[in-house]
């Protein structure tokens, strides 16, 4: 296994409202993105890809129930795609698991017209950017 760098990101622990609604949806993507699941227990479930593994948890401390990505915090998360035609397949099978597409009236170039993204936002208001890689070039 390819020995950690310092700086790079260890993990990501995201409290959510819902633990089988998120395993819904962020495991479907996440599964989907190369990622395979890593740990589970009674109040979470983690997915990893390489050394870097993010964690989803429904913590008895949680305050809300619904994350607000306009507030402090975090925002979304953003995911590397392979082609255009595979970001694509995941917008179109994203609202069986959950995600709902942001800005259809802008899709795929809301970011701008020389980025080829999907924005998702699940049930419970947390959002996904998708970005191809590469979507100058035909896949």
């Known amino acids: 296994m390819t020995r950690p760098h310092t700086g790079m990101l260890h993990h990501v622990e995201i409290w959510v409202p819902d633990l089988e609604r998120a395993v819904v949806s962020f495991g479907w ?10 740990q589970s227990w009674t109040n ?3 997915w990893q890809l390489g050394l870097t593994y993010l964690v989803f948890e429904q913590s008895p401390a949680l305050t809300a129930d619904r ?5 402090p915090g975090l925002n979304h998360l953003a995911f590397h795609v392979e082609g255009t ?10 609202p069986r698991h959950g995600w709902s597409l ?3 009236d802008r899709h795929p ?3 701008g017209e020389q980025i080829y993204a999907a924005y998702l936002e699940n049930t419970d208001g947390f959002e996904i ?6 979507p100058s070039e035909p896949d």
């Open 102 to 104: 942001m800005f259809p």
């Open 44 to 46: 979470g479930r983690s």
């Open 29 to 38: 993507l996440l599964e989907s993105l190369g990622y395979t699941p890593f």
């Open 85 to 94: 035609s595979t970001l694509d397949a995941l917008v179109s099978e994203a």
């Open 109 to 111: 170039h809301a970011g």
């Open 129 to 134: 950017e998708l970005v191809a890689i590469n």
């Open 67 to 71: 994350h607000e990505r306009c507030r």
